[in-house]
């Protein structure tokens, strides 16, 4: 079995995201990738307010429900305190004995490689997969063992949505419909939930469809 560990803050999780898990999925040939949520971000922790575990994973779970060969992951959150992808890479190891793991990371979270907590843990029990925007290739060093994969880049940003949600900006095709349904329910991002047609940006009842974007340690 191939599964990809596609680890993230998800706050929210945007079709970036979404673009980027599908992709690596068809280009590895994956069987499974992991959406995983960080119980605490450590190198976001401080920066900014981060929305509760078990609402991101709500997202999550929303963003995927239909998505074939994606799932969320709970593990991190199930562990408690900071989230170290060596740690789950071995419960996942653990968990399904035989399998290939592949960490999947954005081209800034593998330029800082080498500060993860852990680091040589993660080569050592995945294939490290670099998602790289078109034209603009990331460097590692030659003693990390590293797959590239090019996927279509969309300036996404989960700072920007957040702040969409505030101030009443449209969020068409930025993220999708059942998540923005999540943030309505739980009163996610401020006033999100006071008017159930702004946070969509268009009038209700509507329709309307659903890159890395998460630095890991």
């Known amino acids: ?125 995945s294939q490290l997969v670099v998602v790289d925007r078109p034209g603009d290739p990331v460097e590692l060093s030659a003693d990390i063992d590293w797959i590239r994969v090019e996927v279509p880049h969309l300036e996404v940003s989960s700072t920007d949505l957040r702040a969409r949600f505030r101030d009443g900006r449209p969020l068409d095709y930025l993220v999708t419909e059942p998540v923005l349904d999540v943030i309505c329910e739980r009163g996610l991002y401020g006033d999100a939930d006071t008017d159930p047609s702004f946070d969509m940006g268009f009038e209700a009842g509507a329709e309307s469809i659903g890159q890395p974007g998460a630095t890991r340690a």
């Not at 429900?65 to 740690?87: M, N, Y």
């Not at 968990?95 to 080498?114: C, E, M, R």
């Open 1 to 125: 079995m191939r599964i990809g560990l596609f680890g993230g803050t998800f706050d929210p999780p945007h079709v970036g995201h979404l673009v980027t898990a599908v992709n690596v999925r068809h280009a590895l040939d994956l069987d499974l990738v992991i959406m995983m949520v960080a119980n605490v971000p450590w190198q976001k922790e401080g920066s900014r307010p981060i929305t509760p575990a078990e609402d991101r994973l709500a997202m999550v779970d929303a963003a995927v429900d239909e998505v074939a060969q994606l799932v969320p992951g709970r593990i991190e959150i199930d562990h408690g305190g900071h989230s170290f992808t060596a740690d789950t890479l071995r419960t996942l190891a653990a968990k399904h004995p035989g399998a290939q793991l592949f960490t999947i990371v954005g081209d800034d979270a593998a330029a800082g490689l080498l500060t993860w907590t852990r680091h040589d843990e993660v080569v050592a029990l």
